[in-house]
């Protein structure tokens, strides 16, 4: 294993192995110590047939990518950067789920925090962002990509800082990569062989405990769509995922997208 103090340290591949026994998910593990985007890279493989649960991660992602077209930056090394390819045979919004609420109990696995989901797809700790998910599909492939802060501070980023963290930060020690890494795949092996095979059943259970970790609800949000600004109260998500959205005047709003913003008042 890579030492956990050293957090400049490649990433510990064959740990990661070992860690990953078992798990169809994250075989074949392809790691590139640098490449533009794991996600980018994971789709070319993905078209040219690689199997479900190819696993692409790095330790500097040069032109990481963001929801909504954005830019994904991160420090060199203190970011775990994971893209699995996935074949589901279950909804899209589904799959969203599985992955915040697999990413938030591996996290908590690995480091005893305990972090809340930000709707859609978000996971914070203390209202803090520390994960990443950019979800993308393309014909009967969907690459799943998974972007954590785990070493580093960003006490120098006074601009980040306010909206995001680091799992080291939160803990107040080192984090060592490959343990997050292991225990996120396999919290994402187990809910998807759940779904894949265990039908409308897996699928209720999966939204039951995603919501028990959805810390939107309730609150008084603004959200962000393109020029468009919608504030009101979170009262509660639909069957298929979307948030549904109170303003003062009494008018609901059915959100499909965008940025939320938990705000006071
Ligand atoms: C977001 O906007 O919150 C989603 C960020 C997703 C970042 C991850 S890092 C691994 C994978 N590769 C990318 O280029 N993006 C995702």
Not at 233 to 247: N, P, S, Y
Request: proline share 4%; charged share 25%; with cysteine.
């Amino acid at each position: 294993m890579a030492d956990a103090h050293d957090e400049s340290a490649a990433l510990d591949t064959a740990a990661l192995e070992v860690l990953l026994a078992g798990s169809r998910l994250g075989h074949p593990l392809i790691y590139l110590p640098a490449v533009e985007s794991t996600s980018t890279e994971a789709m070319r493989l993905a078209r040219e047939g690689a199997p479900d649960g190819l696993l692409v991660t790095t330790d500097d992602q040069t032109r990481g990518r963001g929801r909504m077209g954005r830019v994904w930056h991160a420090l060199p090394g203190e970011l775990l950067a994971l893209s699995l390819v996935l074949r589901p045979n279950f909804p899209p919004h589904v799959l969203i789920m599985a992955v915040a609420l697999s990413v938030a109990a591996g996290i908590e696995r690995a480091t005893g925090l305990r972090p809340g989901i930000k709707w859609p797809n978000d996971v914070l700790i203390g209202g803090r962002k520390v994960c990443g998910i950019l979800i993308e599909a393309s014909g009967d492939v969907t690459v799943v990509g998974i972007g954590i802060n785990v070493t580093g501070s960003l006490a120098e980023h006074p601009e980040l800082a306010a909206r995001a963290t680091t799992l080291a930060e939160q803990v107040g020690r080192p984090i060592a990569r490959e343990a997050v890494a292991a225990a996120v795949i396999r919290a994402l092996d187990r809910e998807y062989r759940q779904l894949r095979d265990g039908g409308e059943a897996a699928r209720v259970a999966v939204r039951a405990t995603w919501l028990e970790r959805l810390v939107t609800i309730g609150q008084r949000v603004s959200i962000q769509q393109g020029e468009r600004t919608i504030t009101g109260i979170a009262e509660g998500v639909d069957d298929d995922g979307a948030l549904l959205v109170r303003q003062d005047d009494g008018r609901a709003h059915t959100i499909l997208w965008g940025d939320v913003e938990a705000i006071g008042g």
